[in-house]
């Protein structure tokens, strides 16, 4: 293999890596600035805003993608498939929902998914308002 068409078929991978590990940091930062943010009546807030934030930003990038169609395809790659996966984060959702109490389980799931979709649908109408 020629060095130019190695480093191109291997650019996607460190774009995302980049991403993610800039992803996974910030959420980790967040966690610990505000360890108040922790639990609030049981129900994990912290994970709560992360994965709406993401959401939101998400859904801006992907409508961005279809009305405008500014950004590139590796700012695209680095931003959402790296930066956004790696900082909102399913699994801890996860795992702190089966820790919590059957009510507040119930309430964490319905937040989480409910707000999140949410911010997707709101980062689509801040998209189509930007472009």
Known sequence: MTGPHALSRAEPLLLVALGGFVG???????????????????AVVGTLLVNVVGSFA????????HLADALSAETRLVV??????SFTTYSTFAVQTSGLPPTLAVGNVAANYALAFLGVVLGRLVARWVS
Do not use: D
């Not at 940091?25 to 639990?39: D, F, K, Q, T």
């Not at 998400?58 to 993608?65: H, M, T």
């Open 24 to 42: 996974a940091v910030m959420r980790h930062a967040i966690s610990v600035a505000a360890p108040g943010l922790g639990a609030v009546g049981g």
């Open 80 to 85: 959402g498939t790296g930066f956004l996966s």
């Open 58 to 65: 998400l859904g801006v990038l992907l409508y961005e993608a």
